[in-house]
């Protein structure tokens, strides 16, 4: 079920929220969270009911594990808790390694061989990392103890399931357990609904126009196309937004989601095309997921222990496993290796001392980040290497003749053409069509706050622009857009 879709703002959520409050009232916290774990687990059954029992025995198994990891922790018996977690932690890897890697494993070590028609199932990225911290948190002693339905609240949590937040199991624990977590809060509800209802507008107004820009572009390279100069950047540029709009809104729906359940999720971004070096990015970028790879594969690889050869490798081996958790791909770890490379640049840069003034420090990280998007975007390295041939200008610059014709200088550096083939939906007007909507997606992330940094005033002017264009798209879009996210 996606949360921008009618059965799921019209009936699942309306339902949810009922139940969770009136059985809080009625019965008391615990049946709440029985609800709302039913609830969750009927979400995710409405993708796929079988996969079902996969998250229901996830959820078991490490629950169990993290119970003994923590109890054989608080005893002082380390060395049990910590094979108890390589136990666990490999199990849970290898669950996630066969779904989402094997193919990818047997193609990279043997091409010619058939596939296994592995069918991969929805979220187990996500949670597996939730369960991960779970039993790493449990051996490092830095959660409380959890009753069994706690963590399966926390593990199934609708908000989150799908796609993230990634949250710590000690910041989200202690809330689903608090006595009072099922008393409805007027300015809860009122704050969550004002960001669910932003998050919508960014995905279903800026995120999917957006979207159908860089789909003509990348598609028309993925299958052989030669892109000129502007048809490669304007697809790129749009890919760029598509998905900042695209995951920022489901963060932006999930938080809002978790507000109105009176859990409090941390931000996931934080105006990222602003940023004015790829550290700085990496700060404002899926935040939790940096936070993710920073406390649990960065620092036990050793971090900056070991002095600055072992930090850079530990830098990069992060990256490039960032990259693969993104998905079963090569594009996924080239795209991980040029954000690990930009990283290593970039602290080699600072130990020189020297500073960029902040407009060249900010073009430069966003240069960097962009051309890194073109392979996380195409669905090769073939495709990839297309579509940077063309932002090169390496098949030539065109243009339409119409806009040549109004502005003949224009002819020194472009060839007039009829239309851009592969921009828009190639008609005339195209061109400044996109142009247009391109320059108002990046004068919103690149001059405006997030909503987060909103005032009330400007949050609810936001949704005004935008709520219409949203309901339009809600009801009349001929078909639904899944999130970007819903693949890793």
Known sequence: MLFHTQPFILGFLPLCLAGFFLLGRIAGAR???????AASLAFYAWWNPPFVLLLAGSIVVNYALGQRILALAEAGRMQAARLWLTVGVGADLLLLGWFKYANFL??????????????????????TFQQVMFLVDSVRRDRQASGFLTYAAFIAFFPHLIAGPIVRPKDILPQLAAPDVAIPRGAALSAG??????????????????????????????????LTLFEAWYAALAYALQIYFDFSGYSDMAIGLARMLNVRFPRNFDSPYQARSISDFWRRWHMTLSRFLRDYLYIPLGGNRAGERRRLLNLMLTMLLG????????????????????????????????????????????????LAWVPFRADGLPTAW??????LGL?????????????PALGWIARPVP??????????????QVTGCLLLGWVIVLTMPHIHAM????QGWTLTAGFAFAVQALFFAPQVAPFLYFQF
């Not at 490379?341 to 430069?364: D, I, K, M, N």
């Not at 239309?419 to 007007?429: N, S």
């Open 31 to 37: 049946w709440a969270l029985r609800w709302l774990v």
């Open 106 to 127: 047997l193609h990279t070590l043997a091409p010619s061989a058939p596939a296994l028609h592995v069918f991969l199932p929805l979220a187990i990225s996500f949670f």
């Open 193 to 226: 609904l004002m960001l669910f209802l932003l998050g919508l507008v960014k995905k279903l107004v800026l995120a999917d126009t957006f979207g159908g820009f860089a789909d003509t572009g990348f598609d028309a390279a993925a299958h052989g196309a030669t």
């Open 323 to 370: 990259g693969l958790w993104h998905g079963a791909a090569w594009s996924f770890v080239l795209w991980g290796g040029l954000h690990g490379l930009y990283l290593v640049v970039h602290s080699q840069w600072r130990r020189t001392g020297w500073q960029l003034p902040a407009l060249p420090a900010q073009a430069l990280t966003l240069l960097a980040v962009i």
């Open 386 to 391: 297309r579509m940077l041939r063309g932002m």
């Open 395 to 407: 098949n030539g610059v065109a243009l339409p003749a119409m806009l040549v014709q109004f502005a």
């Open 419 to 432: 239309v851009l083939p592969f921009l828009g939906d190639a008609r005339t007007l195209s061109f400044p």
């Open 455 to 458: 005032t009330e005033r400007a």
